[in-house]
């Protein structure tokens, strides 16, 4: 996977005001594209890595075959 490819394949996450989680799929997954909305199957709670996930492209209702989280890397913004 290039790096352009890497990019694309980046889910960013809110959490609160200033914690911000940064993931990705495991692997490839094809779906996954820019402005595509993300669903997400919670167990227990909260996000996990290898929860699973569909999406959804713009103007469509059929949501795409699932892809799982890699880890999840937190980020804290400074003030």
Same mark, same amino acid.
């Given at each position: 996977? #290039? ?13 609160? #005001? ?7 799929? %495991? ?8 402005? =595509?909305? %993300?669903?997400?199957? %919670?167990?227990? #709670?909260?996000?996990?890595?290898? =929860? ?12 795409? #075959? ?14």
């Amino acid at each position: 996977m #290039g790096l352009r490819s890497s990019i694309l394949q980046t889910i960013l996450y809110r959490q609160s #005001g200033k914690r911000i989680w940064k993931t990705g799929p %495991v692997g490839e997954c094809a779906s996954l594209r820019p402005l =595509d909305t %993300v669903i997400v199957e %919670v167990y227990g #709670g909260q996000l996990c890595r290898n =929860d699973r996930f569909r999406t959804v492209s713009v103007g469509m209702s059929i949501p795409s #075959g699932y892809c799982r989280f890699r880890d999840f890397t937190p980020f804290d913004r400074v003030k």
